[in-house]
Nanobody, 112 residues
Framework: QVRLVESGGGLVQPGGSLRLSCAASGSVFRIYIRSWYRQAPGKQREWLASITRHSTTTYADSIKGRFTISKDNAKNMVYLQMNSLKPEDTAVYYC??????WGQGTQVTVSS
C-alpha cells in the first residue's frame, strides 16, 4: 500500500512560482508512474504531468513550458515546479501513483 502527502501550496501573485512536493511512503518500490493533477472549482480533475520510474516525463499542453515534474528517488519525493503562474492555475493540486493512489491535495491560489 502506498500513501501520498502533498505540500507546498499557498497564495502567490500572478507571474510567481511555487514548488509542490509529494512524499510517498509504504510500498513505494511498486510505483511505476507518478503524476500531478489539479481540480479547479466547478471543473473536472485535470492531468498535468507524469514521470515514470525511468524518469520519462510527459506534460499536458496547458502547462508545457511553465511546469516541470521531477523526482528524488532517494527521498521518495516527486516535485512540480510551477513558474509564470496565472490566476487560472488556481486549483487543488493532487499527487497520484499508478492511477490508483491519491494524496489529500494542496491548495494553490494565484491572485494579486
Amino acid at each position: 500500500q502506498v500513501r501520498l502527502v502533498e505540500s507546498g501550496g499557498g497564495l502567490v501573485q500572478p507571474g510567481g512560482s511555487l514548488r509542490l512536493s509529494c512524499a510517498a511512503s509504504g510500498s513505494v518500490f511498486r510505483i511505476y508512474i507518478r503524476s500531478w493533477y489539479r481540480q479547479a472549482p466547478g471543473k473536472q480533475r485535470e492531468w498535468l504531468a507524469s514521470i515514470t520510474r525511468h524518469s520519462t516525463t510527459t506534460y499536458a499542453d496547458s502547462i508545457k513550458g511553465r511546469f516541470t515534474i521531477s523526482k528524488d528517488n532517494a527521498k521518495n519525493m516527486v516535485y512540480l515546479q510551477m513558474n509564470s503562474l496565472k490566476p487560472e492555475d488556481t486549483a487543488v493540486y493532487y499527487c497520484n501513483a499508478d492511477s490508483e493512489t491519491w494524496g489529500q491535495g494542496t491548495q494553490v491560489t494565484v491572485s494579486s
